[in-house]
């Protein structure tokens, strides 16, 4: 296989955030014939997964991963299955619990440190396709589940290789970056998506007589008034996930502190101008284990990584990472 260009940013996308805005609010995603599958936990709840390309048992298959408040139909989801699939690779996206335009069973729900239901996930499509070299890739939020949960499973994953773009390897630091200048408005946004997540569980509790998951959740107390990710993850994330505050959350689900113990061969691609991401927070090398790669470039913005013309796109990550994962496969 060709190895890719280097990145080149597009000249009619200049700085960080129309980087960043760009996928989500002008591109059209392409259309993929995908086969859902519904994922039953042993909690009692679901995860529903779509699938895509070869149905060949030993070819490739790659997890893919969406960040905060996205869903298998993340434009940078379909990207990638799209791209896997011209390389006869196969791959099954992830919805978090609740993303999947359902909601979820129960009170809980998703955050960036959920690596257990993760761990779920890779045992099922491990047991699903067994003689599938089986490899991840994750987005922001789920680059971050995806790097914890590799350095807390070490040599027991049995990922052969793993891609994690655009990652907040400390979350206090990220949550204090995203509320400074232009980035308030990714946090508004954020914040008005995570509100309506619960508004709705909240709603399906009360239409489906479940009177004590509706209980849970009205003990969090009203939702009004939360405008940081502080706010958020100290009233909502934190107490209906088991941390005993937002300080114990971020400090137990930052993969910053779960990259010494990755084995897997891992890629992580990212921007120094990312504008979610707190500059301290990217690792130093000497904190990378020997099988990790940081790929860290100077624009790109937060999981944008766009050039080419207006006419033609060239979207970096969708050559870069098939092209890795081929390299790890050859190996």
Known sequence: ????????????????????????????????????????????????????GPHQADAPLVLALHGLTGSSSSHYILGVQQQLAAQGWASVALNWRGCSGESNLLPRGYHSGVSEDLASVVAHVRAKRPMAPLYAVGYSLGGNVLLKYLG???????????????????????????????????????????????????????????????????????????????????????????????????????SRYYLGGIRVPTLIIQSSDDPFIHANSVPQVDELSASTQ???????????FIGGSPARPDYYLERRIPQWLWERRKA
């Open 294 to 304: 940081l790929e860290l470039l100077p624009h790109g913005g937060h999981v944008g």
């Open 1 to 52: 296989m060709t190895i890719p260009a280097p990145f080149k940013p597009a000249w009619w996308l200049p700085g960080p955030h129309l980087q960043t805005l760009y996928g989500s609010l002008l591109r059209k995603g392409p259309t993929l014939e995908r086969t859902r599958e519904r994922l039953w936990l042993e909690d009692g709840d679901f995860i529903d997964l779509d699938w895509h």
């Open 152 to 254: 807390e499973s070490s040599d027991t994953s049995p990922l052969q290789g793993a891609v994690a773009v655009s990652v907040p390897f400390r979350l206090d630091q990220c949550a204090d970056r995203i509320g400074i200048g232009f980035s308030k408005v990714y946090q508004a946004h954020f914040m008005r998506e995570l509100v309506a997540y619960v508004q709705t569980k909240r709603q399906a509790f009360a239409a489906g007589g479940h009177a004590e998951n509706l209980a849970v959740l009205e003990r969090l107390g009203p939702l009004d008034g939360m405008r940081t990710f502080w706010d958020f993850d100290d009233r909502v994330t934190a107490p209906l996930h088991g941390f005993t505050d937002v300080h114990d959350y971020y400090r137990r689900a930052s």
